[in-house]
């Protein structure tokens, strides 16, 4: 006698039919006596969760993707990056529009770190002892905020110096986003069962992966055949949907564990960081090659003075990087750096260098995609 349970329910059956309902999917254990000898399949209305039954919790084998809290959690994340990669590609696209300035351009990436960098100090700890689930909340509210304030700006509702209040939308969603991984993060390691975490952590990583790609596309379509204010609509409502999301996630979070005051916490990681020659080394490393060699800020002005394109050509190009990532992290998957791994990360660099010169030496569309695909791969090896 076995016990298939499905859903909500356990069904005791013979062990005669174990093979056909092991044929679709349902989880099988040995049957309690409580079950009876009955020859036929008997329904057993146990209202409780499979995973409470401490008989058949070793016989489970679902996959991760079955957890509908998972599921939420993905969308939650899938939708705010295609969120903020809309708004992102947008933005750039309009500030240019506005100003036809380049430094207009590099102001926008300043606006975003400088709150970033601010917050992210706070921000990890802040999710660890408070609420994680109210923290992704408000963030999402915040990007859906500021799509408001652009719509508003594009509409021509806003008429007084609209470059500050847009600039003001990026530097607000820099501190939003300073808490949207930490709670993602936090929430991913309570939703799910330990054994599921590396699974489900590819299926998360490609959810990103998939928005990093398509978010700038998508941005660059709808500006091309509706307008900005509809991008930034289309954005907005993304944020909404990712808001439901999480808010319809019910997970049980631990009480706050007692740790060191925050700016003793904060202070023990700078120290570990400045103290640790190989982790400084590499870090300042990679952060000068992206600090002045990252192309991806002034886009908006190579495809309006030299390729001539309009916005689906400049969505395309900030998809390239995303799309060099993905193929570098499905390559690196199979064939890992397990050594030398100073040397690829020089190699990394340099070779993150040579596309950046390659990108400016031609002044053709054709060659600026892989230009600006070839420097992410270089980035997904650093990593």
């Not at 705010?80 to 351009?105: F, P, R």
């Not at 706070?122 to 609420?131: L, M, P, T, W």
């Not at 993905?326 to 064939?335: E, K, P, S």
């Not at 031609?362 to 600006?372: I, K, L, S, V």
Request: positive net charge.
């Amino acid at each position: 006698m076995i016990i298939a349970n499905a859903g909500d329910f356990s069904i005791c059956l013979p062990a005669a039919h174990q093979c056909t309902v092991s044929r679709v999917g349902l989880s099988l254990a040995r049957c309690r006596p409580a079950c009876g000898s009955s020859k036929r399949g008997k329904l057993i209305g146990t209202r409780q969760p499979p995973h409470c039954d401490p008989l058949l919790r070793n016989h489970m084998h679902l996959p991760a993707y079955f957890n509908s809290a998972f599921i939420k959690l993905l969308g939650f994340r899938l939708l705010i990056v295609l969120a903020y990669q809309m708004m992102a590609i947008v933005v750039g696209w309009h500030i240019y529009e506005l100003t036809h300035d380049a430094l207009a351009l590099g102001l926008i990436g300043l606006a975003e770190a400088l709150p970033y960098f601010c917050c992210a100090l706070f921000a990890g700890y802040a999710v660890d002892h408070y609420s994680r689930r109210w923290f992704g909340l408000g963030a999402c509210l915040l990007v859906a905020l500021n799509g408001l304030m652009l719509v508003a700006v594009a509409e021509n509702w806003i008429v007084s110096r609209p470059l500050v209040w847009i600039y003001a939308a990026v530097g607000l969603t820099g501190i939003a986003r300073a808490f949207i991984g930490p709670s993602y993060s936090a929430l991913f390691a309570l939703v799910l069962p330990r054994e599921h975490y590396a699974r489900a952590a590819g299926i998360g990583s490609s959810a990103f992966q998939f928005g990093l790609v398509a978010g700038p596309a998508i941005g660059g379509l709808i500006v091309a055949w509706a307008g900005k204010a509809a991008a930034y609509q289309t954005a907005t409502g993304l944020c909404l949907v990712a808001t439901l999301a999480l808010l319809s996630l019910r997970v049980a979070e631990p009480s706050p564990a007692q740790s060191a005051p925050i700016f003793t916490s904060i202070g023990e990681g700078l120290r570990f960081v400045l103290g640790n020659q190989i982790v400084l080394g590499a870090q300042s490393l990679d952060m000068f090659a992206v600090l002045f060699g990252g192309a991806v800020a002034m886009l908006p002005a190579f495809i309006h003075e030299i390729y001539h394109y309009g916005p689906e050509g400049l969505g395309i190009l900030r998809a390239a990087p995303a799309v060099g990532a993905v193929a570098m992290g499905l390559f690196l998957a199979r064939c890992p750096i397990d050594a030398h791994a100073g040397r690829w990360l020089l190699a990394a660099v340099a070779g993150f260098g040579l596309c950046m010169i390659g990108f400016a030496w031609r002044p053709a569309f054709g060659w600026a995609e892989p230009c600006c695909c070839c420097p992410a791969c270089a980035t997904a090896c650093r990593w």
